[in-house]
């Protein structure tokens, strides 16, 4: 392979180097505006990381991964010439060394990579206050403008919208005020519309409280020590080594090493059921209601408490309501319970094995074969991801997973739970060890009360009219109901929202109606592709951290990674432009943002606590001296701080990049997820109505159908999934296949961190992103491993190469999560095979981002092959 360091010498910046890598092999590049070139970095920076030259620094793996590692720099005037992961010290199951994926290590590609924007840009054919051309947006060129230029048609087009139609018609599509400084400006302004995100949890976002759940479904299993005593372990859809790469496989690795068997569950063979050598329970995808249905079924049916007993029913009486008719909550208005509809009480259809089975692809001894596994007698840990609540129609996912779960008693005690297999505090749950501190920075809230759906999102931009939801969520079910909506501004900030919300193509007919749409990027996203004006942001590499990048991490360990290099070319921080656009606005840019990024990190450096040896109470971690405020002053600048007594000096924290506590049996960390409820739930209630587990909850059933999409039953039951298995058939009955025969899911993969890093050559060329497709399946179609294939729905058509597996069920095809789109507008073929494109923009229930319950066709494609992603030219702005 041919040198991927390139070094770019510009004029325009004195003293500044930069490293940018080439798009594959031998290929050359070119970087375009203001005449600069390309050459390689040589022997010169080679010899200096040899010689020891440089500073290795503690950086950030800024991404939403699924986990977060430990990452550091080499850094030679301003260049990063080296990676590398933990090595802080030594490595042992106790203290593990966090180390990065591949994903990380090649994180200097994003910093540095040939395709950053460097300068404030607009396009071309666009106009102020009038949009110019719109039909443009995404195929215009690119033209350089200045930051004074760029933020004042900012600011003008903000104020033009809200002086026309107010400031929901403003448009901001993200989680909360708090991922990004860019924020408190708009809502200093007068706020935004917003959009209530579904995608991350699934059905797990709206349900988990009422039910008695820990939030979102997450950090409600047991800690890893506790892993190792458990006897089987259930991953519900999980596939760490993919979407939480780092420790998560290591310590299922070690809880086999400790005896613990393996069940795997879901409609393909992943490589972390590999790994552990689970045994695969076949689900078809967006089926798991049935599924579990039908395990309760055969606990119910086979359980004898003398000779066979499998249900622990002192638990089901103690810590849940509404099993049975003689444990109902005090305000069940349906004279109905779980056990009687399992039974075919109110249906005339027991949910025996045999009838989901025919749903969910299941063979009926594994239904047998997995209810008893879940008995009170063994000590099982049940891991889930939230695959199966991304889909549609799975609002009861979360409250049958629990049921079948407590219907074995495998809650709060040591070796049993049912909890988040997922993302930072996969199989690691509990409370934090190492807190961190607040910042200090105020988050102004926002003024505007309009929240879209993010499935609904880009058809209540085309028609002015939403469901409004979100008032069902606190209760005030009054308030839901169609609403209208005039949008006529999207910003772009943090998020990468039109590639990452499903249905692309309507999505990009809402970004050519709206009049003004701006984005903060650094390289050519598809949102900033579709703006009007693109303000080109750092990296976390080139600032102060940031208290989103903090706050995600293991329950062991604290990061605290340094500032790696100054900006790049123009490039600014979120928080920079708030104030500058706030200016603009006007608004109190002292009040909104009275605080240095460099003041809120020290704040949080000095605010961060953690456990004391008793593991009663946190303590202050870090110890600052008048001479450590000094040193901190003289890097980034005067602050305000006073002297503390901590159990690590700024320094050290600082050279080490984190502090980490080790573990090890019978300490004071350990964390058993609902052991003081179990113990004594009367005196230790959960936060549902009634203070247990509530396998009838009236609450559930009352918020969810308020909103008009979806009619539930307080307790689990089955409701066909919208664009699921059964739909697939034209007529069920008779089992007769329609048009689009095939289910597809998105998996998280190990090229992306959902749209993130996919550009990068490096990971471009180690995952090449195929389709992955059961070996039955490409028998029948005649398609090879390597071979083009087309998928299509009325939603869009994508390419990609094929991947030929037995791991897949028939009949199930896998197309990986958040390539960035290719789009053919003259044929309406992507070839990047963006997930999103296909995703039809409907939903169900609460909300959910169906995902995993979308419907294709599937053929070998008879145009020109394509050429692998590694070798397609960057996208390289030319201004």
């Not at 970087?31 to 500073?55: F, M, R, S």
């Not at 409609?267 to 689970?278: F, G, I, K, Q, R």
């Not at 959902?754 to 490096?762: K, N, R």
């Amino acid at each position: 392979m041919a040198n991927l360091f390139q070094k770019i010498s510009e004029k325009q910046i004195s003293r500044r180097t930069f490293l940018a890598a080439t798009a594959a092999g031998t290929a050359s590049l070119a970087l375009a505006g203001c005449g600069t070139a390309l050459a390689p970095v040589g022997a010169n920076y080679d010899a200096a990381a040899i010689n020891g030259e440089g500073q290795w620094i503690p950086a950030a793996c800024w991404f939403n991964c699924g986990y977060k590692c430990y990452n550091a720099a080499l850094v030679v005037d301003n260049v990063v010439v080296r990676q590398k992961t933990d090595d802080t010290h030594p490595d042992s199951f106790n203290n593990p060394q966090l180390r990065g994926c591949l994903r990380g290590r090649a994180q200097q590609q994003q910093a540095f990579g040939v395709d950053r924007i460097k300068y404030p840009m607009k396009r071309k054919h666009w106009e102020p206050l009038t949009g110019g051309d719109k039909s443009l947006r995404g195929k215009d060129e690119w033209v350089r403008i200045s930051w004074d230029e760029a933020l004042d048609y900012v600011a003008a087009e903000l104020k033009s919208a809200k002086e026309k139609y107010g400031n929901s018609s403003i448009l901001m599509p993200t989680w909360g005020d708090n991922f990004c400084d860019f924020y408190n400006a708009i809502n200093g302004f007068g706020g935004y519309t917003t959009v209530q995100d579904t995608s991350s949890v699934g059905t797990y976002l709206h349900v988990s409280g009422i039910l008695g759940i820990l939030p979102a479904g997450m950090n409600d299993a047991n800690d890893r020590l506790d892993l190792l005593k458990s006897e089987t372990i259930v991953l519900y859809g999980c596939n760490p080594a993919w979407a939480s790469a780092g420790s998560p496989s290591y310590n299922l690795v070690h809880a086999k090493e400790a005896g613990a068997k393996f069940i795997y569950v879901g409609p393909s063979y992943n490589e972390t059921a590999n790994l552990v050598d689970a045994k695969w329970i076949q689900v078809r995808p967006g089926t798991d209601t049935a599924f579990l249905l039908s395990i309760a079924y055969v606990m119910v049916t086979e359980d004898d408490p003398l000779s066979n007993p499998i249900i622990d029913w002192d638990f089901l009486n103690r810590c849940t309501v509404g099993f049975d008719a003689e444990h109902m909550p005090a305000d069940a208005a349906l004279n109905e319970n779980f056990k009687d509809y399992i039974l075919g009480k109110y249906d005339n259809q027991p949910k025996t094995p045999e009838w989901a089975s025919e749903i969910c692809g299941t063979p009926v001894q594994d239904i047998v074969w997995y209810a008893k596994e879940m008995r009170k007698d063994k000590k099982v840990t049940v891991l889930h991801a939230s695959a199966p609540a991304r889909c549609n129609n799975a609002d009861d996912f979360p409250q049958i997973l629990m049921t079948v779960a407590a219907m074995g008693g495998h809650f709060g005690k040591p070796g049993h739970a049912c909890g988040s297999g997922q993302y930072y505090q996969s199989t690691n749950c509990g409370p934090n060890l190492v807190m961190m501190g607040a910042s200090g920075a105020p988050v102004i809230p926002n003024p505007c009360t309009d929240i879209i759906t993010g499935p609904e999102l880009w058809d209540a931009v085309l028609s002015g009219k939403y469901n409004r939801t979100g008032p069902a969520l606190w209760g005030d079910l009054a308030s839901v109901g169609p609403n209208d909506i005039d949008i006529h501004v999207i910003i772009h900030s943090w998020r990468n929202s039109l590639q990452t919300t499903q249905g692309i193509k309507k999505g990009i007919e809402a970004h050519r109606k709206v009049d003004f749409v701006v984005s903060c990027a650094y390289s050519l996203n598809a949102s900033a592709q579709y703006s009007d004006i693109v303000l080109p942001i750092v990296t976390q590499w080139e600032r102060q951290s940031s208290y989103f990048y903090l706050g995600f991490y293991n329950r062991d360990v604290q990061f605290f990674p340094s500032k790696v290099v100054e900006p790049l070319y123009e490039a600014k921080s979120d928080q920079w432009i708030g104030i500058e656009l706030g200016k603009r606005l006007g608004i109190d840019v002292s009040q909104a943002y009275p605080l240095t990024e460099e003041q809120q990190y020290l704040n949080i450096i000095a605010g961060t606590t953690v456990i004391n040896k008793e593991g009663t109470d946190y303590e202050t971690l870090v110890t600052i001296t008048e001479e450590d405020l000094a040193w901190w002053a003289s890097k980034y600048g005067k602050t305000d701080g006073k002297p503390q007594q901590g159990r690590i000096g700024l320094k050290e924290l600082m050279e080490q990049g984190k502090y980490q506590i080790e573990r090890h049996e019978g300490d004071n960390f350990g964390n058993i997820t609902y052991e003081a409820f179990v113990k004594d739930p009367k005196n230790n209630p959960l936060g549902s109505k009634s203070g247990k587990f509530e396998i009838y909850c009236q609450t559930k059933a009352d918020r969810i159908n308020a909103m008009g999409r979806s009619t539930l039953k307080p307790y689990p039951s089955y409701i066909q999934p919208l664009n699921g298995y059964e739909q697939s058939f034209k007529d069920w009955g008779k089992k007769i296949k329609g048009d689009y025969p095939y289910q597809v899911t998105n998996p998280h993969y190990l090229r992306r961190a959902h749209t993130g890093f996919d550009y990068l050559p490096w990971l471009r060329e180690a995952m090449p992103n195929p389709v992955f497709i059961s070996a039955l399946d490409a028998e029948e179609k005649g398609i090879k491993d390597g071979d083009t294939v087309l998928l299509t729905n009325p939603h869009g058509k994508v390419l990609r190469q094929a991947s030929v597996s037995q791991r897949l069920m028939p009949g199930y095809i896998e197309l990986p999560h958040g390539t960035w789109l290719e789009l053919d507008e003259a044929t309406g073929i992507d070839k990047s095979g963006s997930d999103n494109y296909l995703c039809a923009p409907i939903t169900s229930g609460q909300g959910v981002s169906g995902y995993n319950t979308q419907l294709v066709n599937m053929e070998k494609y008879d145009g020109a092959p394509l050429t692998p992603d590694h070798l397609w030219p960057m996208r390289v702005v030319k201004l």
